[in-house]
């Protein structure tokens, strides 16, 4: 899919794809999508099942999602 925007318009037109995304989802798939992980922290959470993710890990342990 493609989108051409002016850039003047950019920031409003990601804006109201954001809000038509999240409109369609629940409430918990919308905190784990704005999730953030400090991959300099001694360990992290994962965004995907929640499990341990030691540091320099390159993959959650528990489901093996790439976060590296």
């Given amino acids: 899919?493609?989108?051409?925007?002016?850039?003047c318009d950019a920031r409003a037109c990601v804006?109201?794809?954001?809000r038509d995304w999240a409109d369609g989802q629940d409430?918990?798939?919308v905190a784990a999508a704005a999730?953030?992980?400090d991959l300099d922290a001694d360990?992290?959470?994962?965004p995907a099942c929640g499990g341990t993710i030691p540091s320099g890990?390159?993959?959650?342990?528990?489901?093996r999602l790439r976060i590296a």
């Fill in 1 to 7: 899919m493609w989108l051409a925007v002016a850039s």
């Fill in 27 to 29: 409430a918990e798939a």
């Fill in 57 to 63: 890990s390159e993959r959650c342990p528990e489901c």
């Fill in 43 to 46: 360990e992290a959470n994962c």
């Fill in 35 to 37: 999730a953030a992980i």
């Fill in 15 to 18: 804006e109201v794809l954001q």
